[in-house]
């Protein structure tokens, strides 16, 4: 079967770094992507790994390691409107989603 | 530019009862098109893509159907609701190929089955 997995609830701190990682299990995989969904809303892109290495795209990187089937988003200088809930994909042909990761700023 | 719009966006319909929801999208040709649906505090789970008129894919077995009747059209569709069809409902577009790994959404259809 194919699967990502994500944990499930991230806390931090406003101005703060944090890091979700995901690993995947999939077949034909050809790169990971992130997603953001706010409350109620539909979720929106944020960056897409082909190639092992990291994506820098503002305060936003996204990182994969193929030989590790692994990938994670690291979200710098944290803002209250970062909370939101944050999927990573797996490109085989369509996109597989992963469970997500609550994320919760606080002041 | 592109835009994709799904309707209706929230409905409440009873067990047994027929679905159809419609997504369209504009200024673009080709599009692959999606299907996902996504329970409460869940990840999206694919139902249909689409490469093409008259070529759709089926993830999951159940009650559900697709069709594509047009190019930018998606319609999915039942012919009896079951209450575990309830949840929100996302069509989505790419590329052809899926090459930069983006995908734009609609709006969603929340779908409350009583």
Known sequence: GQSLEQPSEVTAVEGAIVQINCTYQTSGFYG??????????????????????????GRFSSFLSRSDSYGYLLLQELQMKDSASYFCAARTGKLIFGQGTTLQVKP | SQTIHQWPATLVQPVGSPLSLECTVEGTSNPNLYWYRQAAGRGLQLLFYSIGIDQISSEVPQNLSASRPQDRQFILSSKKLLLSDSGFYLCAWSTPGLNTGELFFGEGSRLTVL
């Open chain 1, 32 to 57: 990971l992507s992130w997603y953001q969904q706010h409350d109620g809303g539909a979720p929106t892109f944020l960056s897409y790994n082909a190639l092992d290495g990291l994506e820098e795209t």
